[in-house]
């Protein structure tokens, strides 16, 4: 069965850095763009990254371009968001995400077939 798994997260001061990982299992890794969306209480989800089947094409927002970077390694079946430079404005549940194809653009269209649990990200000022 298809699993999400996410690590990481939790609580650091503007600034820091941080590190989420999304471990994957019950599918062919390598077949699907990937994703990371955030949601802050009382908001929708909001793309922060996404990465085609390979890992050759990425897309990130304005809000946190130059910042995180986002990476897959197909060998071990996990998908990476490495944060730089928190602002408290990044504060919000962050998910990783499935997409139905293969495109990073399939994820920027909303095709989303499987989500992680999500994890607390809180950057105080």
């Known amino acids: 069965q298809v699993q999400l798994v996410q690590s990481g997260g939790g609580l650091v001061q503007a600034g820091d850095s941080l590190r989420l990982s999304c471990a994957a299992s019950?599918?062919?890794?390598?077949?699907?763009?990937m994703g990371w969306f955030r949601q802050a209480p009382g908001k929708k989800p909001h793309l922060v990254a996404a990465i085609n089947w390979s890992g050759d094409t990425t897309y990130y927002p304005d809000s946190v371009k130059g910042r995180f970077t986002v990476s897959r390694d197909n060998d071990k079946n996990t998908m990476y968001l490495q944060m730089d430079s928190l602002k408290p404005e990044d504060t919000a549940v962050y998910f990783c995400?499935?997409?139905?194809?293969?495109?990073?653009?399939?994820?920027?269209?909303?095709?989303?077939?499987?989500w992680g649990q999500g994890t607390q990200v809180t950057v105080s000022s």
């Open positions: 019950g599918y062919s890794f390598s077949d699907y763009a």
């Open positions: 995400a499935r997409s139905s194809g293969a495109d990073f653009t399939d994820v920027i269209g909303g095709k989303i077939s499987y």
